[in-house]
């Protein structure tokens, strides 16, 4: 696979993963709230342009998106992932059950998208942050095989076996959340009876978490660092 053929694969990742986190982004509770005050504070005369500013804000992102992509390292796309992240987030939360968000002002969460598409759109955001960081190394590895005299068509066909290898990898992944996503309601309804019974059962299972989270965090730099 050539490199030509890579980064276009590149943009084509990075720009559908930011106008779908944008598009679910314009249709959550937190952003319609937010632009209704700007709607409020402007008066009446704003109302029939608040479509061209949800277009103007994807166009915007999109954007920024492209100019990530144009930069083409490991640090910019790191950026890309948390603006998608970060618009992705008011979708997640209206989802959520804990509205610490009507702490600051006065919100009630009402879904406007379905739970498959907030976890299909999530799924989207995880796979291409890990397909771009994998295809980031492979340009290093072209690169470091460029620079020792290896012939074009070698550093192809290496191209080519890494592609395969992130294949799988996104696979497996889309795969294993998958099965997560299925699997935690039945997960839920099961856990409900034994966490009942403890008296801050949500401080158990967000203590859980964040041990099961440092765990992976300190496996996965070790791991780098070997």
């Known amino acids: 696979m050539k490199e030509s053929l890579l980064r276009t694969l590149e943009a084509l990742i990075a720009l559908a993963a930011t106008y779908m986190a944008a598009v679910t982004m314009v249709q959550t509770t937190l952003y319609n709230k937010l632009l209704d005050k ?43 992932f948390s603006m998608n992240m970060l618009m992705f987030f008011p979708a997640v939360l209206d989802f959520s059950t804990f509205n610490w968000i009507g702490l600051i002002f006065n919100l009630t969460p009402i879904p406007g998208l379905s739970g498959l598409w907030v976890f299909g759109v999530g799924l989207l955001l995880q796979v291409t942050y890990l397909s771009l960081r994998y295809t980031v190394r492979f340009k290093y590895t072209r690169d470091a095989l460029e620079g ?79």
Not at 40 to 64: E, R
Not at 149 to 169: C, E, F, H, W
Not at 182 to 205: D, E, K, R, W
């Open 38 to 80: 700007v709607s409020n504070y402007f008066g009446p005369p704003l109302n029939p342009y608040l479509p061209y500013i949800n277009i103007g804000i994807i166009i915007g992102v999109l954007f920024l998106a492209f100019t990530f992509w144009r930069k083409g390292d490991e640090i910019w796309f790191g950026r890309l």
């Open 148 to 226: 020792r005299g290896a012939s074009m068509d070698d550093i192809d066909a290496v191209t080519r076996g890494q592609v395969g290898y992130l294949m799988l990898l996104v696979t497996l992944t889309i795969v294993a959340t998958s099965i997560v996503y299925v699997s935690l309601p039945y997960i839920t309804q099961f856990a409900a009876g034994p966490l009942s019974n403890l008296p801050v059962p949500h401080m158990v299972v967000g203590l859980l978490v964040v041990v099961m989270i440092a765990a992976t965090l300190v496996y996965y730099l070790r791991s780098q660092e070997d």
